[in-house]
């Protein structure tokens, strides 16, 4: 985000402590006023920033907790952000009302269950127990808690373990059935909204290699054309006009291996890893926020580039050790060499080396067996 809206001639600062790799970015200017670590989410924080600041502010918020302090401040002289209302905002955060939005808007999407208390398992059969997973409502407090995204349940006990763990820490679960299908079958459609769920862009990759095998990230992607994932496009444009959204977004599908069938899995509501990679293809959603933020026109962007590549080098020296995505170093090496990275940067290096450095001690605990098993 700090690069896009750089790329756009926009100064920028940041609420990173010394401890983010996003504060060694050389685009990076820590916020008047703030001087410990990364603060948490709080209209407390947004006072401190008016106080230290002369002249207005637009605000983007780059977590869904920021997201959600951002979309229920209410108006201040000097202080602006393009979000959307508070219930739009949580109709996508929140994975229970997403599901039931969906339905409601006839959106294809995976079979859902909320999950309050071990007896509404009941209404789960062996069966489709072992066909799908647990995972939370609410993903960053979950992911906080956990470590991950989602639990798959082997065992009608595990599932109540799971439950009862994730409930004894306030955190919601849903159980949802596993859409068939390798890496290659995740879509995602990035993009921007202005007011009332009208397009301005957007921006559709594949995802060709991801870590962990079953809720991991991308680690190799590929920019498509819209032609090519049109019945998600479709699906896509009926829920963010069907709720009114407003704002940056990037969406998840899943192509069913049963039937073929586009399913939405989530929409993220703010900047994402991969944003620099929508910026360097021509999509630059940060510097469209920022503009509508400020009241002013939201151009259209009618075109991209296709057939652009993305690597997190790192990721996806995991990856290859997937058995369905298991390739020689060579041809990794070649496919490092013709793509793009989402953190590293000739312009910028220091945010990679800090970041590769972190990783690769990842990649030594995984190679030396004191990884998590893959499924």
Known sequence: AFRALRAAGIPVYGLNGPEDYVARSRHSRRSPGWSGPTPSASREVLDTLLAAHQGPLVLCPCSDHWTAIVAGEPPRPNLFAAAPSPDVLALLQDKRQFASTLDRLGVPHPATRPLAEPSDLAGVSDRDLRAGFLKPTDSQRFSDRFGRKAFWAATRDDAIRILREATSADLEVLFQEYVPGGPDRHIFIDGYCRAGGD???????????????????????????????????????????????????SAEFKQDARDDVYRIIEVNTRPWLFVDFATRCGVNVCQLAYLDALGQPVPDVPAYRVGARCIAPIGDLHALHVPQQMSGLGRWALDLARSSQPIWRLDDPMPGLVVTMREARHLGRYLTGKHPAVR
């Open 199 to 249: 397009i301005a862009a957007l921006f559709p990759r594949r995802r060709l290699r991801m870590f962990p095998a079953d809720f991991g990230n991308s680690t190799m992607m590929v920019s498509i054309g819209l032609d090519e994932v049109a019945p998600a496009v479709a699906s896509l444009r009926t829920l963010l006009a069907g709720i009114g959204y407003r704002g940056i977004f």
